[in-house]
């Protein structure tokens, strides 16, 4: 699982050329698949806070999505809150170069840092996925259920979609559909 390997990634400083890695071989196989119906599909690749703030990363990324002949917005992107933290203006920057080009952003992990709806007003994305620690006990706990709400009612105020993380069972979906999330992951 990513969570294996990933922080041994980022701790030896190689998240962005696995960030690199991933988005130049995903690009490759959906474009050799294309004409197996991959089109109409949405694919989603998370980026590393390091990734986000390389400037060299991000023109390549850049490069390498203006050149694919894959259609806008089959390859979209998300980042964490702690990637927007280490660089707000570069995430901003490459978000916006990307959705120029077709492609759509989530906000992942939402609700895990305290300056989470400050950066909403900075980040123009399309898709704000409620951090699963909110998500897992709702059910039961009031409190996280008036926190979920709270960043559905506001996402949907700012023409946000809201993904609920973590819904790993029908009392939880019922729960998170009551609410009105967009998406369960």
Known sequence: PPGAFLPSAERYGLSIKLDEWVVTNLLKSLFLHESFNAGGRHYWV???GASVGDPKFCQKLLNLMKDSPLPP???????TETAVIRSVNEAARLISALKEMGCAFAFDDFGSGLSS?????????????????????IVSDKTDRIFVKSIIDIAHTLNIKAIAEFVEDDEILEVIRSLGADYVQ
């Open 46 to 48: 998370n980026l590393s």
């Open 73 to 79: 917005g089959m390859v979209n992107f998300e980042i």
């Open 117 to 137: 709806f400050g950066y909403l007003k900075k980040l123009k994305v399309d898709y704000l996925k409620i951090d699963g620690m909110f998500v897992r006990d």
